[in-house]
């Protein structure tokens, strides 16, 4: 399992790993009924709390991303991949809003805005 955790980034270690199976799951790396890694295992993988782990798997099994069997783990879920898409989708162009509202402020304009992006882009 290919997640790499970045302490330094303000966003919660357990955020990061609901980030990190979320985005496997849309790319299609997670497929239906694949099972994840059990709690303690990948908390052992990422050196990291149990606790950390078990609380961003509760949180993906309460958005219907996961769901868990007892006794044998958890797995992915079939969740509605065009509304994640969707929400994703929605997430960026927040973000963007807000970069092109600090872009104006400093004077920059459109062309110079899609040249920094396509620089950084690449």
């Given amino acids: 399992m290919n997640i790499s955790i970045n302490t330094k980034s303000g ?5 990061q ?3 990190a199976f979320k985005d496997m799951i849309v790319r299609g790396e ?8 059990s709690i303690r ?12 782990i078990k609380r961003a798997y509760e949180d993906l099994e309460k ?18 991949l065009q509304y994640l898409k969707e929400k994703k989708t929605l997430g960026l162009e927040e973000k963007l809003t807000g970069w092109i509202e600090e872009a104006k402020a400093s004077g920059m304009n ?3 805005a899609v040249d920094m992006i ?3 882009w690449d």
Avoid: C, H, W
Wanted: a negative charge; zero cysteines.
């Fill in 110 to 112: 459109v062309d110079e």
């Fill in 30 to 37: 997670l497929k239906e009924g694949e099972p994840l890694p």
């Fill in 63 to 80: 958005e219907g991303m996961i769901y868990s069997v007892q006794g044998k783990g958890f797995y992915v879920d079939n969740p509605d």
């Fill in 17 to 19: 790993i609901e980030r």
């Fill in 118 to 120: 396509r620089i950084l």
């Fill in 41 to 52: 295992g990948l908390a052992a993988d990422l050196r990291i709390s149990v606790i950390t």
């Fill in 11 to 15: 966003i919660p270690i357990y955020e």
